[in-house]
């Protein structure tokens, strides 16, 4: 076993460290980049001199720092390398072995007997070294493990911090779907009465010729292809309804028109119907009387010596929701809290709204005993002219013929797309939510035409005489990147309370060209609906709103 040389001043031994044969220990070479703000703590540290003597040691195996030397790594500044200083703090017998390794081979015969050291960070100080080291690190170049710090907005790594994100988007979504939405009564995936239904299929199923079915054939294949691209490519949301708008557009319709990105009218939004009035103002007097006797639990008589009346458990919970939003203005709250009727859901803007051009509906008016100057006039009239369609609401336009006031040449819309990208984390399900709204919006329209038509019909004492035998329906499409789907809405009334309903038609992924030619082909009908029997009933309804207008 080598002699142990004598001890020395630390000014010393830092001196024969440089100029040795061995690198310069990790503590000199830390406080030498820690500036003025570590090192007056690290001069006065005693170093034991380096033994000169060759061992079987690894070449990079570090010394260990005794006790005193803690509270120095603590403030150490940021660019020391934690992941260095990690590899010193394994275990208790490891820190050992090393320094027995440096001291002689004496202690290495005791190593299994000793007790585990108290020579290691304390978690304070550990806790203190992560805040201050805790940006520069980089496992990956050393080898090392990482390190599992408190979360942080900057701590969190991109994916972790996409899944938050997605996690919160989707728990957002549900809420607005389960609360907003059914607060309005707009319902999902729900079965449409028979009369309903049997609409619907005689709309979506209608049979189309050889001919029109080889061009949908070839609008399926353009869909696909452009499908295909934006998916290999990764692209956004925009992208992806361009190939959809691509073949609604080659589907040649005749008096067709779709805008993109248009905002809708507010006033057309769904309201929370009134319900009955309901108190819980019985459970004022239910509360249990003062007990003074010795059995007593230690909360009743807690209150019971501070001039409390005792309130039991059940009897506080029930009066909890008495707190209004008001006082409760203050304090965090996962749920929003309700609104105004009618502000609780977002008003819409589609990514594309598919109606009837403007024009062409003001030349079929025209055939009702109406120019086309007296028929123009007729519809600005008509959105203008505020009424109540309700004994107790609010003044609405008389009727919103064209919903968009940046989309002037788009009037009675009858079907809507709204699309999420496929590869932003961005679900069908939020797109569901949008074009739910939108469809009680388009509804509305048509239940508003209804009513007048009904109220001149009162009025006169006749029965009306419209060739519409559809009830008020109305088509959306919803798609995430390739995937599609065809939704068709309704609106029953039950137990005096309007609803607004929907099912699931049909889905499929434009990518397979057999499910989007027959999706191709359900959009044909779905279009030749609303520019055919749709778009007469709406003409002739009008004729006799504007006969009975000129009395």
Known sequence: MAPRPNSAPAKKNRRQSTTGPRKKTPIVESTRRAGTRSSARLQHIQLPPTPLTPTSQPARTKRKRPHEDSEAEADEPKDVRPAKQLRRLPSPRHELSEENLQEGSEAEADEQELPPSKEQLSEKNLQILNILNGEDMDP?????????????RRSIAPSEAGTERTQRSSSTTAVYRNKNL???????????????????????????????????????????????????????????????????????LKNLCTHEKADWRGELKPVVPQQSNFSSSFMSGVQQLEVDDVSASPWKRQQQSAGESYMSPETSMANAPTHTP?????????????????SSIKTPRPDISMGIQLTPLISALSSQNLNKIKARTFLTWLQNEMVQHEPDGPLEPMLIPVPAPRALDLAFPFAVVEGKAYSTGKQIFEAENQASVSAACGLKIQLDLDNLVDRGTTSSGALPTTSNTDPPLFFTICTQGPIHELWAHWTVVEDGVRMFESKLLDSCNALLLKQGEDFVVRLNNMGLWGLGPFMKSVVQRLGMVAGKAKA
């Not at 990956?140 to 942080?152: D, F, I, W």
């Not at 008001?326 to 009618?342: K, L, Q, V």
């Open 140 to 152: 990956a170049a050393n080898n090392a493990p990482a390190l599992k710090r408190t979360s942080s």
């Open 182 to 252: 059914a607060a309005v009564e707009i319902h999902m995936h729900a079965e449409p009465p028979d009369y309903i239904q049997t609409a619907i299929d005689r709309i979506v199923n209608a049979e189309v010729s050889k001919e029109r079915r080889s061009e949908l054939r070839v609008i399926a294949q353009e869909l696909r292809d452009g499908c295909l691209k934006n998916v290999r490519a990764q692209a956004g949301e925009d992208d992806f309804i361009n190939p959809l708008h691509t073949a609604l557009k080659a589907l040649s």
């Open 326 to 342: 008001a006082n409760d203005s203050g304090e965090s709250s996962t749920m929003p809290t309700p609104g105004p009727p009618g």
